[in-house]
């Protein structure tokens, strides 16, 4: 993705004023094959914005999607041949999958539509098994003619997994895909992701406001704030040392495993309206470090302390030699 950017138009009432959301501003990233990209934040932080831009369900205000370096046509062959090569699986198991049809009915339909000519009965069996077993649903025999409420919230999702498979994508968007399971099968879900990913060489964008979970499974974070990047790089570099202030406060509210809530960030106020996002780093009014140049200039993205590469920045004024409170105040050294 390059550039990406997404305002609405909102017309206000009860209470709202009218304006534009500022939803994303300018975000690019890229999605290697083989690798789990994990994107941070609240709710509210654009990343759900996002991951639907990337899957196309909502277009770009400005910016290009890029499959394999080339530019993402927006006709309607290209969209249909773009969406067999992303697929987004969504956060709710319990309402992605009709109740009244079985597992075998969920996949046999993208199987169907994807594999462009008839399939016989039992090549089409034979593939809903296929997808059972790549998702760990096994025997496949005891899932195929199951209904959805015969299944756990966990085994439910893995059947929208599969569904995703069946289409042979080589990009999966996974939007919040635990957050509405139970703590115990949370894991079991994120280590199929894993193993996906591995296995299928997927590149996969797991989208979390769990900074916990994006360090168990993603190779890369980036941590979205009020619409833009605020932190991105190596996902072990981010959580052993956050260079964002914003990154810190996330990882001091990473949430208890056993709790099933999102983190609240207690004391230091809720993430701005996006209508009228505050001048210059987005962050300064909750920011505790925050400085006078903070609420008057976007910081510049800069290489964090501990980067031996680029692969870890953050936005913020702290990094930048003139405007870290310490070297500021001492006097010029000969
Ligand atoms: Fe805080 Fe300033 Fe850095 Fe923003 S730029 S995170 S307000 S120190
Ligand atoms: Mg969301």
């Not at 890369?220 to 619409?227: E, F, H």
């Not at 932190?231 to 709790?259: C, F, K, N």
């Not at 780093?281 to 470090?289: A, D, G, L, S, T």
């Amino acid at each position: 993705a390059r550039n990406l950017t997404k305002h609405f138009k909102v017309h206000g009432g009860l209470g709202r004023g009218a304006g534009v959301v500022h939803a994303v501003e300018d975000i690019s990233l890229a999605l290697p094959r083989g690798t789990v990209t994990a994107v941070v934040g609240e709710s509210g932080s654009g990343k759900s914005t996002l991951a639907r831009m990337l899957t196309q369900l909502i277009s770009p205000t400005s910016g290009e999607l890029l499959l394999d370096g080339e530019p993402v046509r927006g006709d309607a062959k290209s969209r249909r041949a773009y969406t067999s090569r992303v697929h987004l699986v969504l956060q709710d198991p319990f309402s992605s999958l009709n109740s009244v049809h079985t597992v075998r009915y969920h996949l046999e339909r993208p199987l169907k539509l994807h594999a462009g000519r008839r399939l016989g009965r039992e090549e089409l069996e034979r593939r809903v098994l296929d997808l059972l077993e790549r998702v760990s649903l096994t025997p496949a025999d005891n899932y195929i003619d199951k209904y959805p409420h015969e299944l756990s919230g966990g085994q439910r999702q893995r059947v929208a997994i599969a569904r995703g498979l069946a289409v042979e994508p080589e990009v999966l968007l996974a939007d919040e895909p635990v957050s509405m399971l139970d703590v115990s099968i949370r894991l079991g879900v994120l280590n199929l992701l894993d193993e996906l990913r591995e296995r299928e060489q997927l590149a996969i964008l797991y989208v979390t406001h769990d900074i916990a979970s994006a360090r168990y499974l993603a190779d890369s974070i980036v941590v979205m704030y009020a619409g833009e990047i605020v932190e991105s790089g190596d996902a072990v570099r981010i959580t052993d040392a956050p260079a964002h202030p914003y990154t810190q406060l996330l990882l001091s509210a990473a949430p208890d495993p056993e709790r099933a809530e999102p983190p609240v960030l207690r004391g230091r106020g809720a993430p701005p309206s996006l209508v009228s996002p505050p001048s210059g780093c987005r962050f300064h009014p909750r920011c505790p470090f925050a400085m006078p140049v903070c609420a008057e200039q976007a910081p510049p993205t800069l290489q964090a302390p501990d980067a031996e590469s680029a692969r870890h920045v953050a936005a913020c004024w702290l990094l930048d030699p003139e405007h870290t409170p310490t070297t500021s105040a001492e006097p010029d050294v000969p």
